[in-house]
């Protein structure tokens, strides 16, 4: 069992940056993908970016390449995703989840409560 709380979230202008955190309770979370997803009012949730286990591998999406870095660190269990040149468009709650590498929510077993981003134009 994973516990993951999400943090960071606010609202900020256009082009600002945020930096989100999502920390991980027990002892397996190396052992976890983990990923960043958002969801917008009426929209389905969507992928974000993802981080490996070790966090050598790392992969967004094209909204988010680019802008955002996704980044753990293990000793911490701790990931983070920061996201800079932040557009209105990427207004959303953004979630955090652990599981198997991948871009769909099904991969993932274990989500946070999510945060809200809000960027005013």
């Known amino acids: 069992q994973v516990q993951l709380v999400e943090s960071g979230g606010g609202l900020v202008q256009t082009g600002g940056s945020l930096r989100l955190s999502c920390a991980a309770s027990g002892r397996t979370f190396s052992s976890y993908a983990m990923g960043w997803f958002r969801q917008a009012p009426g929209k389905e949730r969507e992928f974000v970016a993802t981080?490996?286990?070790?966090?050598?591998?790392?992969a967004y999406s094209a909204s988010a390449k680019d802008r955002f870095t996704v980044s753990r660190d293990n000793d911490k269990n701790t990931v983070y995703l920061q996201m800079n040149s932040l557009k209105p468009e990427d207004t959303a709650v953004y979630y955090c989840?652990?599981?198997?590498?991948?871009?769909?929510?099904?991969?993932?077993?274990?989500w946070g409560q999510g945060t809200q981003v809000t960027v005013s134009s």
């Open positions: 981080a490996a286990r070790s966090g050598g591998a790392r």
């Open positions: 989840a652990a599981g198997n590498w991948g871009s769909s929510p099904e991969n993932y077993a274990y």
